[in-house]
């Protein structure tokens, strides 16, 4: 193995192991809603960020390493939870979209950095994408008809979630200079 190989894979480790922490970390910064099951938390941010900054394949390897801390007991799901009764209960499908949405991101937002693109995607994308699996599983999990699900599941956060993928686009750019990525 070359140095320059060696110096690419530990650097590629390094990033998806700083993201996998963040997003263990983020999952403790909420701000929880009296009328819904989920809170407002940072985790958004980072899940774009995963998909803005690293390829597909790393982005799918960070959100499954995330969710198997998660899964196996280790506090990192929304408000410091963890087991499968977090994950596949009803506010579980976020965690699900989560994955889903960091990979499409990775894979649609092209070669080269635009903060339009970037921003348009992780809007139009990944947002909906998180919330499609959040909302099923809350739908499928509770005795919610769909108008409660949308009013206590995807609505309230809206308008900080788009706030949250664009300070995530805003990011990605120095982030990918610093490390050196094609995308700059």
């Keep these: 193995m070359s140095t320059t ?23 403790y910064i909420i701000i ?19 998909g803005f900054v690293l390829s597909p394949k790393q982005a799918f390897i960070t959100m499954l390493i995330y969710i198997f801390v998660g899964l196996v007991g280790v506090p990192v ?21 989560f994955m889903v949405a960091a990979v499409l991101i990775a894979w649609l937002k092209g070669s080269a ?27 499928l999990l509770t005795d919610m008809n769909w108008e409660a699900v949308l009013l ?17 686009v805003a990011l990605a750019r120095p982030i990918l200079k610093i490390t050196g990525d094609r995308h700059e």
Excluded: W
Excluded at 35 to 49: C, D, E, G, H, K
Excluded at 115 to 139: E, H, N
């Design 5 to 27: 190989s060696s110096h690419n894979k530990t650097l590629e480790m390094t990033r998806l192991a700083l993201l996998v922490a963040m997003n263990c970390v983020s999952a």
């Design 32 to 50: 929880p809603l009296p009328f819904s099951l989920s809170p407002i938390a940072l985790q958004t941010l980072i899940v774009n960020l995963v």
């Design 77 to 97: 799901f929304t408000g410091g939870t963890a087991g499968p009764a977090k994950l596949f209960g009803p506010t579980g499908g976020y965690i699900f979209g």
């Design 113 to 139: 950095y635009s903060f339009k693109r970037f921003a348009l995607i992780g809007v139009c994308l990944g947002i909906p994408v998180i919330y499609f699996f959040g909302a099923v599983q809350l739908k």
């Design 152 to 168: 206590t599941g995807v609505l309230p956060f809206i308008p900080l979630d788009v706030v949250k993928c664009l300070a995530a």
